[in-house]
């Protein structure tokens, strides 16, 4: 019985634990109700959602919709929700909410989240909505904006807490317990000499085992990694997800305390990261998918114009061998599986590399003995392909010749593409270049000319 | 003067701080050491470094030297180094130490890590290794075994830190000031019931800073999230992802605590998580950088055969035309091109929609608008591409009606593209599969099949 109602104590704790959790259902009542003109039922529906979930509903929303909504909500408006929208969808909100509403909503936020909300908008509009900020705010924000976009100085929030070495346990407890504006979270205690410069930190959970009497400085770990406030925020990323970090303490050229960046803020950064390398590996810069078509369509234009060139300079090798094509139609219809199958299996191995690149798995100092690996897988799948390659053809044609030069083409173009895959990401990431935006280009180039010359110059010698 | 000491003072530090970095001269170094046989040398190389940069150093020995290296460090070796192993590297060197010394590695490393050592060796080998450890550590392992793969139980440490709701302030303090076994760190203290069922959380900075008389009920923020057990790692890192979480607890179907899962775990699923979607795009299942070219090569093998597939019933469109192309070859020097543009215009719109879908920015909520979008992204680019392959094929061939031809092939692959790009991951997703792995094959289908058949079908009509 008791057990029954721990039970059900549990569950009426999760009630008041579980946060409206946001499904397509939620997502259409709210619609719904803004299509009735229902504002006062959307919104509430909307404000018991954690600011995350908001967000998500938001930027499923159109433009009139969502700004609807917030405006509906009022001061009920979590700001937090801000923080946590796509790019494009929050700078037009931003916009439609004008300077007064921005403003008031900026107040709220850490100094991070607050940068981020204003950082893309014009000057006009940064201006207006900083003039309605109170004066700290705005020194704050305005020092921030003053690091180089994407580094550790917007990542990091101001609030710090930073005691002298020579302060106890006990110390350091009393001054946390009377101060006023403590930030909500910290997982580190950081020790300053007199001129703020970071010379140690402690875990929270260390300063509350230790003894009152104990001084910090008795009890920093010497682990502390400082980054500096310009920092980039990929190799941030790096070093919270390499060493494990929950916080780190940021510093200006002296090493003089001036922020800390904590891991919420990076596990941003590295799916971002992450999700940069997995669009550019599909020819797109960054998620469009909140843009409008025609900014859509002019970002992906770029990209496209350069395949065009690769597959006219592929299609240039065709045109050496068109005598040979119209004596043997066959040629056309064969050809482009020898191509495409090169395109596939150098696209496998350029996967890869890129990955491993990107993770520091692969370096010079293995980069041969890969390569040599990827001869091998080459030359393995190669013969497979060129034992399919010889009876797909001989069933289709009936031409013994014909199927062994199939064959032979696709050996030769699945080797190809098997180093060319590693090879040219390796080159362009020596030469200090991004091999995700343009490996796969180049690759595709090698491949469909290696194949389409390998095929079609094999059938000239052979067949014709 | 005194700022000179200072600098000099956290010159000092820095050094003290400082791992040794793991630069490309040092592994060469190491590499060189191990080469003549001076295994006392490439030791102590070695050794300082951090756990995480020594992985990344053993990754990149071959599979002796590494080994060699290993038994050289003997008890200098940080344990925590093999946490950090790429997976195949990881088993190659555990079945290397043999279950004596494998054994006395797990026993130092918290139990997510042990777990994730031994999971993947075959069952004779976990005995023995099991049979060489202490009880409770042996329990604790198998326990954890018990769980699913990928599940939050795996990803759990076991050690908490928990007291009931009546306790206050000062005596949590007292307790884990007294108390030896507490975790290396923890950013959470959970209040629990008599049953051990966790009923609130209180970060360690709010026990900080509260009076020691005040009962931690009163500072439980309500805030929790409790993960069972066998939540799927994925979720696990959404949840951590979407609400910032440093530390969450995991509990039992009953809610009782079994261990709590921290940030810095989650943060390798994430990574894993972006990474996978990225080499599934590439047509790869893991990366495969460390394992033997035999395994690679099958595992490879299934992809390139759909494509094979895939690309014959492509060139089965073109076997519908020998006669045409037969009479005019520069359809077959034209049609590729045709066909990837509308590829690489289908890969960028497919890339989007999988990424969309995986951050729930993507939903049937906003499909249809999503979808009209792409239509218009299509028709933008297809224009542009219309007048390109028009002035192009008229440059190159002379012949208007030719350069027509190509140039509405284009406009319409491109449209089919840009649909088929959203639709397939879409369709596939509502299906409840996953888009990331077989979109990116049928995609290439309809464009080569539309590409083909669009520019054949209308140069049949129109020029022959």
Known sequence: MAETDRAARADDEDEAFARIELSEGLIREVREALDEKNRVLAAALA????????????????RE?????????????DAEALAYLDEAVRENLVRDMGPAGAGAVLAQLDTDDAI???ADLDEAEKRAI???????DRAAIEQGLAFPEYSAGRLMQREVVAVPDYWT?????????????????FYDVYIVDPGFHVIGSVPVSHVLRAKRGTTVADIDLH???RIEASTDQEEVAFLFRQYGLVSAPVVDEEGRLLGVVTVDDVVDVIQEEAEEDFLKLGGVQESDVFQPPLRTGRQRLPWLAVNLLTAVVASLVIAQFEGAIAQLVALAVLMPIVASMGGNAGTQTLTVTVRALATRQLSTANAMRMLGKEFVVSLLNGGVFLVAGVCLALFWFGSPQLALVFGAAMVVNLLAAGLAGMLIPLLIDRLGLDPAVSSGVFLTTVTDVVGFFAFLGLAVHFLI
């Open 130 to 136: 900083l003039a309605s900020l109170p004066l700290p």
């Open 116 to 118: 981020d909300l204003i």
């Open 65 to 77: 919709d969502r700004f609807s909504l917030v405006r509906t909500l009022g001061p009920r408006l």
């Open 47 to 62: 404000e018991p959602l954690h600011p995350a979930d908001l967000a998500d509903l938001l930027e499923q929303l159109d």
């Open 223 to 225: 682990k502390m990694r």
């Open 169 to 185: 346990v006990g110390q350091t407890i009393d001054y946390l317990r009377t101060r006023p504006d403590l930030p909500d979270d």
